[in-house]
């Protein structure tokens, strides 16, 4: 699937978990997506904990957590 069809499936809707990015509109967080597989739950594990979760949402997440974290800044600091 390519990135601006992976990136549509972010949703941001101000009534839906406060306004945080989640996943086709479903009360499931990008944030929620990303700490799990930083903990070392598996994709398969997290399909299986979320049955409305698919793959692509999974693909999703990590992709909108690298556009964030590509548009970052990094000044270096003079230390004295």
Known sequence: MET?????R???????????PTIRGLRITVEQV??????GVTREDLLEDYPELEMEDISAALL?????VSEEQVFS???F
């Open 4 to 8: 601006k069809e992976l990136l549509k």
């Open 10 to 20: 972010i949703t941001i809707i101000p009534d839906v978990m406060v306004g945080k």
């Open 34 to 39: 990303l700490r799990a597989i930083a903990s």
């Open 64 to 68: 909108y957590a690298v556009e964030l």
């Open 77 to 79: 600091v003079h230390r």
